[in-house]
């Protein structure tokens, strides 16, 4: 059974209407207008217990938005939403008990207070026992390296101790849904694969179900099969990250090394990008020719001491999504 279901889901914002100059913003004071703006339009999905998701999109999309109906933030204007059989606006409380939200660029933690504090705190408002808390203490301490800075006030936290301490903090009373918005944002490359790290164990060890939303490409295809991505408030795509490689991922570049200077290069199927001294750049697609039959090619004529080849990066195949939309719906 699904631990989310959301059917029809929309979300409608009143915006006033401002007119430009001093006559303009006089009536806009003596008879305001308003515009009605879609941010989320007619979107369903269902996530499973212990799956990992990318919801995806464009600034002003409406993933935000989305996230925040999800965890009772927000009233929808229309549609169905279910958080482990609750609906999140109708009792907050007990949807809050089920989920752990991280928000990259804001903190749940007490910025004047040692971090221990902060912890202690959240143990009594989420009322965890006192075995429950030593023993995620314990763990989070361990793996996220806690220790170094437990006593240091909020404030003075770096970036990256601050995204390791609010992990942790959303995950002290056991929640069954973690909902990470950005939480790789602004973190150094240790820093990064640290939090991927963290995320995938809690994952695999609690079957705690992840609600990823980031702009960053590389945090969904390491972490997330699935991904749900939207545009304009409404859903473009639903499934696995492979299927859109599989599909608007076909180009790929084989990177040669060859024993001479490959002036003489003939290939078929195959487009020379560039070269540098004895290094050569192949683009080819996949449906069309093999890399094996390139690389077949090229050692009629030529030595080759070193090859790679370059998968697409999701990054640019979701761009190529956006400036051209799909040629037909898809969906799983």
């Known amino acids: 059974m699904a631990i989310i279901e959301v059917e029809g889901l929309c979300k409608d914002f009143k915006v006033a209407k401002r007119e430009t100059g001093f006559v303009g913003a006089l009536k806009s004071i003596v008879n305001r207008e308003f515009v009605l703006k879609e941010a989320v339009k007619d979107i369903s999905f269902s996530i499973e217990k212990g799956e990992m998701v990318g919801y995806i999109g464009p ?7 989305t996230i925040k109906m999800l965890t009772g933030i927000l009233v929808p204007s229309s549609g169905k939403i279910r958080v482990k059989g609750n609906v999140p606006y109708e009792n907050r409380k007990k949807n809050a008990r089920n989920i752990g939200v991280v928000f990259g660029q804001r903190t749940q933690l007490w910025w004047d207070l040692p971090t221990i504090e902060s912890f202690e705190l959240l143990k009594e408002i989420y009322r965890v026992s006192d075995q429950q808390y030593k023993k995620n203490m314990d763990t989070f301490t361990d793996i996220l390296g806690l220790d170094e800075f437990l006593n240091t006030p909020v404030r003075q936290l770096s970036l990256g101790q601050r995204m390791r301490a609010d992990i942790a903090a959303s995950l002290l009373h056991d929640p069954e849904i973690l909902f990470l918005d ?6 150094d490359v240790v820093a990064k694969e640290k939090m991927r790290d963290f995320i995938t164990e809690i994952n695999r060890e609690r079957q705690v179900t992840v609600i990823l939303t980031t702009h960053d490409m590389e945090d ?3 972490l997330c099969k699935r991904m749900v ?3 304009h408030g409404q859903k473009v795509y639903d499934g696995e990250i492979e299927r859109v490689k599989a599909r608007y991922g076909k180009m790929r570049t084989l990177i040669v090394d060859v024993e001479e200077n490959g002036k003489g290069l003939c290939l078929s199927g195959g487009e020379l990008l560039k070269e540098e001294g004895n290094r050569k750049w192949i683009r080819f697609n996949r449906d069309e020719i093999s890399a094996s039959g390139l690389i077949s090619q090229i050692t009629e004529t030529h ?4 090859l790679t080849v370059e998968e697409p990066e999701i990054e640019s195949i979701i761009s190529r999504i956006y400036q051209e939309g ?3 719906p898809v969906r799983v």
């Not at 600034?59 to 938005?65: D, I, L, P, R, V």
């Not at 950005?182 to 973190?187: A, K, N, Q, R, V």
């Not at 030595?303 to 070193?306: A, G, H, K």
């Open 220 to 222: 969904i295809e390491k």
């Open 326 to 328: 799909f040629a037909e």
């Open 182 to 187: 950005e939480p790789t944002i602004g973190l």
């Open 303 to 306: 030595n080759i001491s070193d």
């Open 229 to 231: 991505l939207i545009d």
């Open 59 to 65: 600034n002003g999309a409406g993933k935000s938005t």
